[in-house]
């Protein structure tokens, strides 16, 4: 499977977005991490939809936007018009997962769901064929900057197993505290895409932090 990162702009330089994001589009990442936060998912607010639509202008890459927001089933549909190739809400958030993965699908991105640490994977386990991706957290969802959770590689082998069995060529994705010292672990464990905001955005050199975690 070949390895995907996802620099999250949430690290990067507000002051600068556009340069930032263009900086992703020259980079070896094929994908952009957007996380928003609403403020009571989770403790922390960031940004919608006018700085995704800015982000889309700067860059063709695939744009992978993380909802960190209750009822995220009121806003995704908008969250493709302003420029998402994948929408993943998280299963702790909705009344109706598979509701909310086919409203994503009807409008044209595909749907990706998040688990946070203390989700077992097997709460997945009857939406795994209505969805393209799972996005596996590593940390408490909310703030960039954190620790690793050492057991989220369990979890991907875990998924992995169990994809297999029931949704083959799921994506599986990985966030938070994930750098070069530990993106081949994550890989082996098999994870398809990685994202990584401090690791990169805190780098002296953000592309060659970027090509060290494909090669790791
Ligand atoms: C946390 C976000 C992450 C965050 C990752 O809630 O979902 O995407 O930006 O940041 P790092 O890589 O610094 O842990
Ligand atoms: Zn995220």
Redesign the pocket.
């Known amino acids: 499977m070949p390895r995907i990162v996802a620099p999250?702009m949430?690290?990067a330089d507000f002051g600068h977005l556009d340069r930032d994001t263009r900086m992703v589009d020259r980079s070896a990442a094929e994908w952009v991490?957007i996380?928003v936060?609403d403020g009571v998912f989770?403790p922390n607010i960031s940004f919608g939809f006018p700085v995704l639509k800015a982000i889309r202008k700067a860059t063709a890459k695939c744009l992978d936007v993380?909802l960190?927001i209750v009822e995220p089933e009121r806003y995704v549909e908008r969250f493709v018009e302003a420029g998402a190739d994948i929408v993943t809400f998280h299963l702790e958030a909705s009344a109706d997962p598979a509701h909310c993965a086919e409203l994503i699908r009807r409008a044209g991105a595909k749907a990706g769901v998040s688990i946070k640490p203390a989700t077992p994977v097997g709460a997945l386990r009857d939406f795994l064929p209505l969805v393209d991706l799972v996005l596996v957290?590593s940390?408490e969802?909310?703030?960039?900057?954190?620790s690793f959770m050492p057991h989220a590689l369990d979890k991907v082998r875990e998924l992995r197993a169990l994809s297999e069995e029931l949704r083959p060529g799921l994506l599986i994705e990985v966030?938070?505290?994930?750098s070069s010292h530990n993106a081949r672990a994550l890989y082996d464990a098999g994870a398809d895409a990685l994202?990584?905001?401090?690791?990169v955005f805190g780098a002296a050199d953000p592309e060659a932090e970027i090509v060290n975690m494909l090669n790791a």
């Open positions: 999250s949430l690290s991490h996380d936060m989770v993380h960190m957290m940390v969802p909310g703030f960039g900057g954190q966030d938070g505290g994930i994202v990584a905001g401090n690791a």
